[in-house]
């Protein structure tokens, strides 16, 4: 990872982007050679953000809150 980093840096990319990459990679069950080509995408914006599972404590999390909204409101008795 540090050589590719080094050859990144060395190639002009900017550190920021650099992070963005790594941050990216890190997602995903990659080789560290693929880092320039996930790079390369963010700089082009060709990039994709990969799919996120929604959290199942988040959903019912939602659900409690849209429910005591209904409750508020007196759509529905307690």
């Known amino acids: ?3 590719q980093v080094a050859a990144l840096l060395g190639e ?3 550190p920021d982007e650099i992070r963005r990459g790594i941050a990216q990679w890190m997602t995903k069950d990659l080789s560290p050679s ?3 080509s996930i790079v ?7 990039a994709r953000a990969s799919p996120r ?5 988040d959903s019912r999390v939602d659900q409690a809150l849209a429910l005591a909204a209904e409750l508020e409101r007196g759509e529905i008795e307690a």
């Open 12 to 14: 002009g990319y900017d």
């Open 53 to 57: 599972k929604p959290s199942t404590t």
């Open 34 to 36: 693929l880092l320039p």
């Open 1 to 3: 990872m540090a050589r």
């Open 40 to 46: 390369n995408s963010l700089v082009n914006g060709t």
